[in-house]
T-cell receptor, first 113, second 111 residues
């Protein structure tokens, strides 16, 4: 079974631009969640989707948005990029998203210049 | 507000000895806890989990202990191996689909 796939692996953007990150979950997994990892902050929860519905959202500004498609693939969008958005963005999937282990992708490393 | 804390950024242990990684949490509603291991340039991988109805869970060399009264979680690795060198994150949830992660502890196992 293929693992969680995130594309692209690296991204360099400038302030004010927008970016879209993609995540393909493990086949059969319907829950996809996104996390931001920065040095010293650990992993911070962004949002979780299940069957195309956002069930939970973390404490991030509205510039961060996401969606999930009918095939469970998910995208995350960040608009009006700021320097502080530079981070590793991790996508994780699970079957139901209810007290079960998450399977993480390798992440997208975003650098904002 | 960091609801899950790992106060030791790093830990060094001799090969064959026990590694003990600690984690504290503030939210008494957390009912499911997990440990993840992360190598550079890779996503975190699941190690072991524990439900709040238990106080111990074992899986091979890995044991997780939960002390609910102290709001404290620990991961024991016995015996430690060089391949265990990685960053370890603890995580907790009370909703089931939103996890709160600690800031991680970098473990180095010295051959």
């Amino acid at each position: 079974k293929a693992g969680v796939t995130q594309t692209p692996r690296y991204l360099i953007k400038t302030r004010g631009q927008q970016v879209t990150l993609s995540c393909s979950p493990i086949s059969g997994h319907r829950s996809v969640s996104w996390y931001q990892q920065t040095p010293g902050q650990g992993l911070q929860f962004l949002f979780e989707y299940f069957s195309e519905t956002q069930r939970n959202k973390g404490n991030f500004p509205g510039r961060f948005s996401g969606r999930q498609f009918s095939n469970s693939r998910s995208e995350m969008n960040v608009s009006t990029l700021e320097l502080g958005d530079s981070a590793l963005y991790l996508c994780a999937s699970s079957t139901q998203g209810s007290r079960e282990k998450l399977f993480f992708g390798s992440g997208t490393q975003l650098s904002v210049l | 507000d960091q609801q899950v804390k790992q106060n030791s950024p790093s830990l060094s242990v001799q090969e064959g000895r026990i590694s003990i990684l600690n984690c504290d949490y503030t939210n008494s509603m957390f009912d499911y806890f997990l440990w993840y291991k992360k190598y550079p340039a890779e996503g975190p991988t699941f190690l072991i989990s524990i439900s709040s109805i238990k106080d111990k869970n074992e899986d091979g060399r890995f044991t997780v202990f939960l002390n609910k009264s102290a709001k404290h979680l620990s991961l024991h690795i016995v015996p430690s191996q060089p391949g265990d060198s990685a960053v370890y994150f603890c995580a907790a949830t009370n909703t089931g689909n939103q996890f709160y992660f600690g800031t991680g502890t970098s473990l180095t196992v010295i051959p």
